[in-house]
């Protein structure tokens, strides 16, 4: 089915519950997103650079799980002024947030995430933010909107 079709038979859109006003809340912290394999060729790929030379200028890898670095409290691609450095490459967790299916699994944490997220619909109930959410998610829980 193409993107064109799913938006006609989709009655619903995610700014109905979600525009993010680029606060950066989401990009500080101590710890970052992992990122799948596809996350770490697209990011290589962004940036022009090869997996050694991204491993030892942005990324953390403990074990198997790949991170960006952190500095000064804060992922690595943060910009104060233009925010992710990084966009088009970022992880797919990193685009999808504050989305995340967990949400619907417990009204606790869509109240946790709606607190640090300025994004989030704040006018809209628990249950119509999931009722969109719902329709704005794939079988494997990211968002095909
Ligand atoms: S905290 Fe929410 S509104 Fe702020 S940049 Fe992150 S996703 Fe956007
Ligand atoms: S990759 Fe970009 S969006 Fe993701 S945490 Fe870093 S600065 Fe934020």
Redesign the pocket.
């Given at each position: 089915m193409s993107g064109e079709q799913q938006t006609k038979e989709k009655s619903v859109k995610l700014a109905d519950i979600f525009q993010c006003t680029r606060c950066g809340y989401?990009?500080q912290g101590e710890t970052?997103?992992s990122l799948d394999a596809d996350d770490q060729q697209r990011m290589m790929d962004k940036l022009g650079l090869n997996r050694e030379e991204i491993s030892r200028q942005y990324w953390r890898i403990t074990g198997k799980v790949v991170q960006?670095q952190i500095r000064e409290h804060h992922?690595i691609?943060?910009d104060e002024e233009s925010?992710?450095?990084?966009?088009e490459g970022?992880?797919w967790r990193?685009g999808q947030w504050p989305l995340h299916p967990s949400i619907i699994a417990d009204e606790n944490n869509f109240q946790t995430i709606r607190s640090s997220c300025p994004g989030i619909n704040q006018e809209i109930s628990y249950e119509t933010f999931c009722a969109i959410f719902k329709q704005l998610l794939d079988g494997d829980g990211r968002l095909i909107c």
């Amino acid at each position: 089915m193409s993107g064109e079709q799913q938006t006609k038979e989709k009655s619903v859109k995610l700014a109905d519950i979600f525009q993010c006003t680029r606060c950066g809340y989401c990009c500080q912290g101590e710890t970052t997103v992992s990122l799948d394999a596809d996350d770490q060729q697209r990011m290589m790929d962004k940036l022009g650079l090869n997996r050694e030379e991204i491993s030892r200028q942005y990324w953390r890898i403990t074990g198997k799980v790949v991170q960006m670095q952190i500095r000064e409290h804060h992922c690595i691609f943060y910009d104060e002024e233009s925010g992710c450095s990084v966009h088009e490459g970022r992880p797919w967790r990193c685009g999808q947030w504050p989305l995340h299916p967990s949400i619907i699994a417990d009204e606790n944490n869509f109240q946790t995430i709606r607190s640090s997220c300025p994004g989030i619909n704040q006018e809209i109930s628990y249950e119509t933010f999931c009722a969109i959410f719902k329709q704005l998610l794939d079988g494997d829980g990211r968002l095909i909107c």
